[in-house]
């Protein structure tokens, strides 16, 4: 952790009712507050996977670490993945979505994680499954704790966590004459001061997600009975669930067709053989997929039960071949109508999968429903009744719990720092309704004097390129990122020369 920041003032002043109201501060205003300011010239706001890969080609590209501060309130850039990935049933032995060479630990994607795993482990198995997959398996991923140890030990190698900077951000702010305020609450203890105001010249935000979503007939259930056991989001932790079916025998309702339902129903089913449950499943499906869809012949989809198939979430050239140069070009209308087109809701094809479901269906203990939830009632405390919506008209399934696969709140005006962004930083939205970004990944409209605010991650999503809400896609975004900041003269451009060199530092694990 950077202690600059955090003990270098004794007292702290408050946010006026001026400051909040004005677009552009002056470093004048900020000191009548007798709010502490902090010189530094780049500062990245979250701290998560997005900060960390972005720091990462900062410091690769020579930025020293004194020029960088990450202000977050996670102790670990992995914490808010690992901990969505643990609850949505991806422990640290299982394996990701993500390809062979998405690898937010090494911005050259080699050795990749398929290499890496027959050197450590003696076998050619996942260099065979690379080169086979996916027709003849399944696609190689690697396993969620090789991901998380490697951003550990290249956490260490660049110096990040001298750079961390505990807190909450409240806003970020133009500054009259050029660059940015970024208001940062001390985590308690680490700091006397109530609020530091940040001034750099450049920002950049990697957020991640508001909140959980929720079908709002389900978040009206757990609000009006006060029960937020027996209807659980996926992404919450409800281990409680999985335990309640082992003593005793239960229906569960799954909703959503995406990788989480999936990866709930491999949880549901496993527990099933494993300890002899009775558990029956009903899964929910707002669409029905039963065959391979899509409007062009080159762009048709696979699907089949109820599924739609991508091994990733989007098609692969998005992170690097035609439909990326595509995209680049895309505007309003066009820009929607491509997103809704290569867009939607899928799960990977594996055969594990497809062989735990079609047991399920052979057995009668797993069907699938086609509609959408209307009301969620619990009379009696007995079981809940859900009445769904569905083809054939009202039907009611009793079911003792629901699980909900919706996902993640992606509304960047429920983010406080975002939504202030919009109020007073001059951003505005892009067709999808997320930040408009321009191809560089900077925030339209924020330019202050000589500073750049940057976004990536799913507060991005919309732009010119799809994929930005992944580790290669986060990557690709810190590296436009970095191009621009080399062309505006704050870090060195990652030539030939530089590239070799440092990559060789990152496989020897040499410090920088
Ligand atoms: C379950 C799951 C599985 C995924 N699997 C894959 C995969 O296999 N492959 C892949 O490529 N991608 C995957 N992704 C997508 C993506 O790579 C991750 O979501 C990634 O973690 C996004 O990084 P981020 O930095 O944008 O967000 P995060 O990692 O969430 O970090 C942002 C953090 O910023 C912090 N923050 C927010 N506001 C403030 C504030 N005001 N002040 C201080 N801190 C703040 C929060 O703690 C937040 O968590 C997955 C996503 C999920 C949810």
Not at 252 to 281: F, H, P, W
């Amino acid at each position: 952790m950077s202690t600059d920041l955090a003990v270098a003032y004794a007292s702290g002043g408050e946010l006026t009712a001026g400051l909040e109201a004005a677009d552009w501060w002056t470093d004048r205003a900020v000191a009548a507050a007798g709010i502490p300011v902090r010189d530094v010239p780049f500062v990245t706001v979250g701290g998560g996977i997005g900060s960390f890969v972005t720091v990462d080609y900062l410091r690769i590209a020579g930025m020293q670490k004194s020029s960088i501060r990450v202000l977050t309130n996670l102790d670990r850039p992995w914490q808010t993945y690992e901990y969505l990935t643990r609850v949505s049933q991806i422990p640290r032995t299982a394996r990701i979505r993500s390809d062979s060479a998405s690898r937010p630990d090494n911005i050259w994607g080699f050795p990749s994680y398929a290499l890496q795993e027959a050197v450590r482990d003696r076998t050619l198995a996942p260099l065979w499954q690379v080169l086979l997959e996916p027709l003849f398996t399944d696609f190689y991923t690697p396993r969620l704790g090789t991901v998380l140890d490697g951003v550990e030990r290249e956490a260490g190698r660049i110096g990040y966590w001298d750079m961390v900077v505990p807190g909450e951000v409240r806003m970020v702010r133009r500054r009259v004459g050029g660059g940015y305020f970024t208001v940062l609450t001390p985590r308690p203890g680490t700091s006397s001061a109530k609020r530091v105001a940040v001034r750099s010249r450049d920002v950049h935000l990697a957020v991640g997600y508001p909140g959980l979503k929720f079908l709002p007939e389900l978040q009206q259930f757990r609000l009006a009975h006060r029960d937020f056991t027996h209807v659980v989001n996926a992404y919450e932790d409800h281990e409680h669930v999985y335990a309640a079916l082992r003593s005793r025998p239960g229906t569960v309702l799954v909703r959503g067709g995406g990788i989480v339902a999936s990866r709930i129903l491999e949880r549901l089913m496993a527990d099933r053989a494993r300890y002899g449950l009775q558990t029956r499943i009903v899964h929910l499906l707002r669409t029905y997929v039963d065959g391979s869809h899509g409007p062009h012949a080159w762009s048709r989809r696979r699907g089949g039960h109820g599924f739609a198939y991508q091994g990733f979430n989007y098609p692969k050239s998005v992170w690097g071949g035609q439909l990326k140069a595509r995209m680049r070009h895309l505007d309003g209308e066009q820009r929607a109508s491509a997103y809704a087109e290569m867009g939607g809701t899928t799960t990977a094809f594996r055969r594990g999968w497809q062989r735990q479901l079609a047991e399920g269906r052979r057995g009668g203990w797993y069907r699938t429903m086609t509609g959408t939830i209307e009301q969620v009632r619990r009379p009696d405390g007995g079981p809940m009744f859900v009445r769904v919506r569905a083809e054939e008209g009202p039907v009611e399934v009793a079911a003792d719990f629901v699980i909900d696969c919706t996902g993640l709140d992606a509304d960047v005006t429920e983010h406080r720092v975002l939504d202030d962004l919009l109020r007073h930083g001059g951003a505005g939205l892009n067709p999808l309704g997320r930040l408009d970004v321009e191809r560089t990944f900077e925030l339209r409209g924020t330019a202050s004097g000589d500073g750049r605010l940057y976004v990536s991650g799913a507060a991005a999503l919309g732009g010119y390129f799809p994929g930005v809400d992944t580790f290669l896609g986060l990557q690709i975004a810190a590296q436009e990122i970095t191009d621009d900041l080399a062309r505006r003269g704050m870090c060195n451009r990652i030539g030939t020369a530089r590239s070799l060199v440092q990559w060789l530092k990152c496989v020897t694990g040499r410090e920088i």
